[in-house]
């Protein structure tokens, strides 16, 4: 069991609600595709696309009783694609 699923039932215990989750993780990954192999690849995945998952459904029961929202913070390398960062 990783430790950040301990965090919802912490918070419980010493807040009444909360409001928002704000995921704000993401790592690059500079070089050409061929210089890529496959576990920096996954490993990139995983924070950028899993973390924000796994993040919020951890948190997704505390939100729901209080009306909360999820916040997605996102890089302007999500969006425009620059030489020699094919990996983000």
Known sequence: MKEYFLLP????FFIVAL????????ISKPGFMEW?????VKKVF???AIGP???TNAFLPLLKISHGR???VSSVLGKHTQSCHCIF
């Open 9 to 12: 039932k912490l918070i419980t």
């Open 19 to 26: 409001w928002a989750v704000v995921n704000n993780a993401g």
């Open 36 to 40: 890529m192999d496959t576990e920096t």
């Open 46 to 48: 995983e924070v950028n």
């Open 53 to 55: 998952v796994t993040v």
């Open 70 to 72: 999820v916040v997605v």
